[in-house]
């Protein structure tokens, strides 16, 4: 459910937001990137995804946003959960006034082929070598953090 600026304020202060992270690569091994129309991380090269609502399974959520961002609806068991991360930002949808705190939970899953990707989040695609997406400054480094491998 859509929350109205007030009350999604308040949340934003209040709490961090659950979201999934969609990791999609293609037969090549390439991953899928999308730049950023809007905050938080505007004008980056992000993952697709999205928070998840209220009372939403993790299945309607990842069914839901495969839909929204990539214009294709996939089954939560196609994916793999690459794990939880926390992604801090300054800034929010509303500006800079508010921080935002999202707890992603990252799945990776593959695609043959994409027909339509959306383009109400992002302002562009592109499939980017896991190599080239780390050394990219204009790939935001919560994205960078999926590839990176722990010591």
């Keep these: 459910m859509f929350l109205d600026k007030d009350t999604f304020t308040t949340v934003l202060h ?8 969609l990791i999609v690569s293609n037969a090549e091994g390439k991953v899928l990137l999308g730049q950023r129309l809007n905050r938080p991380a505007q004008g980056y090269w992000f993952v697709p995804g999205g928070r998840i609502f209220k009372n939403e ?17 996939f089954s939560y ?4 959960l690459l794990g939880a991360y926390d992604h801090f930002y300054d800034d929010s949808v509303f500006g800079e006034g508010i921080s935002t705190h999202y707890v992603a ?14 383009t109400e989040q992002h302002h562009c695609y592109a499939w980017f070598e896991v190599e080239e997406l780390l050394a990219d400054d204009l ?3 919560n994205t960078k953090a999926y590839f990176i491998k722990g010591p």
């Design 105 to 118: 939970l990252a799945h990776q899953f593959s695609v043959q082929q994409l027909v339509h990707l959306p």
């Design 14 to 21: 209040s709490t961090p937001l659950v979201s999934l992270d």
């Design 57 to 73: 399974a993790l299945a309607s959520a990842f069914s839901r946003l495969t839909q929204a961002e990539l214009g294709q609806e």
């Design 139 to 141: 790939v935001h480094p």
């Design 77 to 80: 068991s196609q994916a793999t």
